[in-house]
């Protein structure tokens, strides 16, 4: 399957003393998703242009059920915050988060920002089971 997705850092060649990687591409965007899941759990961010097949962007993993900085007691539901940001190629893409055991409240907290326009958009369940969340018509903007 061919990919139309960059990577947001490339290594220089040369021998311009300043070998290694470099930060952010110019003309890329950048998102975060954010949300809650089970504690401890692993959530996965996938990412669609066009008509191609959903491919991985990422995956993170929501804090412990407990944190002594964080979150000091355990939350009802056993659930915490989670967040994930990465560089994209401008467009428009669908996203989609897979949620292990998700419940409603989860979906509920669920966001995607663009973090260059500020411009922020919502999830909705996804067909194909419980856990997946999506958004479509995401236009991501490129930094100057």
Do not use: C, W
Not at 60 to 69: A, E, M, V
Not at 78 to 89: C, E, K, L
């Amino acid at each position: 399957m061919k990919s139309n997705f960059g990577t947001t850092s490339e290594l220089r060649k040369g021998n311009d003393n300043t070998d290694g990687a470099r930060g952010p591409v110019g003309g890329y965007g950048f998102v975060e998703v954010v949300g809650r899941a089970h504690a401890s759990s692993n959530v996965e961010i996938r990412i669609q242009r066009g008509d191609d097949e959903f491919v991985i962007l990422g995956t993170t993993t929501t804090l412990p059920l407990t944190d002594p900085f964080l979150q000091p007691v355990a939350t009802p539901d056993a659930s915490n915050r989670f967040a994930f940001r990465t560089g994209v190629q401008p467009g428009t893409y669908s996203f989609e988060v897979r949620l292990q055991g998700a419940s409603l409240e989860a979906a509920s907290n669920l966001a995607l920002t663009d973090l260059v326009s500020a411009k922020k958009y919502s999830f909705e369940e996804g067909s194909g089971g419980t856990g997946r969340f999506v958004t479509h018509d995401v236009t991501v903007t490129a930094a100057a």
